[in-house]
């Protein structure tokens, strides 16, 4: 960025233009049009190369105004496992970064600023890479996963290729996870998203301990996947990776203390599902929140960000809990077995689980039975500490 910009002031400036400042912004101009708000972004259009999807029982009717970015939907998914298959009767959306930049860049107009890399960022504003500066009253950041020094986390590591076949793939819906696949480094899956009858979004997944993402051996398994499915890859169209946490304890009013009065959105307030690492519900619940706020204010802004996100880890221990089951009682080459058994109950509690909304019996369903791993190992997982 070899020019300054000029410096401008307005209401409330979004810094990281991914899905929860993205989000946020469009639901801004829809309903709260009094807002004056600029939405900053590194790269050369919003969402970056990421695909972004959700089951359709993860909003309720206050989530319905986000359909409209929806590239793909499905009314079914399936799953595979060494021991188990299913079919589930739940609708699938997927969001590509495409239509997410077309869709919210052509409503805002030159409220999207693109290519501005930030060098800084404080209460008050940002300064960019190539000088100048932009004021705002109100500074939410975006960008990313951040250090989480107060938080102790796994990780969900991927890499997929939107490729064109050579023939039809066959498939008339989703796999969210295919974990019949190689699990000697700990659980792995596939995720594949058939966008049409020759062109698939293929995902190699996996949770790991550590953050390192080595592309080669993902785009290596990508590549092994679709051979062993028959399917003979003409081109791949596009790429995307990512790291995403996998919460497993920690102490959130620390994280928040940390944060010093910033205001944070999406993975960097922690608002994501613990297990899945899906953020797209959240995202929408707090532009919702955001937008409901009688005065949207520094104060309010940063106020409901912390609070709604303190509150919403605390729900959400039990997850927590299956995720250090999943870490630390089972060993990483059986690590599947945890979800191979999950996805044996009935499907309206698998509803619940992804939205995040378990009841206690859910919880109790959860845990019963013949535990997936050794009895001792899970009981010294109970213990969740305050500050990993």
Same mark, same amino acid.
């Given at each position: ?53 959700? *089951?359709?029982?993860? %909003?309720?009717? @206050?989530?319905?105004?986000? +359909?409209?970015?929806?590239? /793909?939907?499905? $009314? #079914? ?111 792995? *899956?596939?995720?594949? %998203?058939?966008? @049409?009858?020759?062109?698939? +979004?293929?995902?190699?997944? /996996?949770?790991? $301990? #550590? ?178």
């Amino acid at each position: 960025m070899g020019n300054a910009f000029e410096v401008k002031s307005s209401t409330m400036l979004l810094v990281g233009g991914g899905l929860a400042n993205g989000l946020i912004a469009y639901r801004l101009a829809q309903v709260r049009p009094e807002v004056t708000l600029r939405l900053v972004e590194a790269g050369p259009r919003l969402g970056g190369q990421h695909t972004w999807s959700f *089951f359709e029982s993860d %909003l309720d009717a @206050d989530g319905q105004w986000v +359909l409209p970015l929806v590239s /793909r939907s499905w $009314d #079914h998914y399936q799953v595979r496992f060494p021991k188990r298959q299913r079919r589930i009767s739940n609708g699938y959306r997927s969001i590509t970064s495409e239509n997410f930049s077309t869709v919210i860049e052509g409503m805002l107009g030159d409220r999207v600023m693109l290519g501005a890399s930030v060098s800084s960022i404080d209460f008050t504003g940002v300064d960019f890479d190539g000088g100048g500066r932009l004021s705002a009253e109100i500074v939410i950041d975006g960008r990313g996963p951040t250090d989480f020094p107060d938080l102790t986390l796994g990780y969900q590591k991927f890499l997929g290729q939107t490729v064109h076949l050579s023939a039809e793939h066959g498939l008339d819906g989703p796999i969210i996870m295919d974990a019949t696949v190689d699990q000697k480094s700990g659980y792995r *899956f596939v995720y594949v %998203l058939p966008w @049409d009858e020759r062109t698939l +979004l293929i995902e190699d997944t /996996r949770y790991t $301990d #550590h953050e390192d993402l080595d592309p080669a051996d993902f785009r290596a398994g990508v590549g092994s996947y679709a051979a062993s499915q028959g399917w003979n890859i003409e081109a791949v169209l596009a790429e995307e990776q990512g790291v995403l946490p996998v919460a497993l304890e920690g102490d959130i009013d620390a994280h928040w203390r940390r944060a010093a009065g910033h205001a944070m959105s999406g993975l960097r307030a922690a608002l994501f599902h613990p297990t899945t690492g899906y953020s797209l519900p959240d995202a929408v619940r707090l532009a919702n929140s955001i937008c409901k706020l009688p005065e949207i204010s520094r104060v309010t802004v940063e106020k409901l960000i912390r609070e709604q996100s303190i509150s919403t880890w605390r729900r959400r221990g039990f997850f927590r809990l299956l995720n250090r089951m999943l870490f630390r009682a089972a060993k990483p080459e059986e690590r599947y077995r945890v979800l191979q058994r999950f996805y044996g109950l009935r499907e309206p509690l698998m509803e619940r689980f992804y939205a995040g909304r378990l009841t206690p019996f859910d919880k109790v369903r959860i845990v019963s039975g013949v535990p997936p791993v050794p009895i001792l190992a899970a009981i010294r997982c109970l213990p969740e500490r305050a500050n990993a």
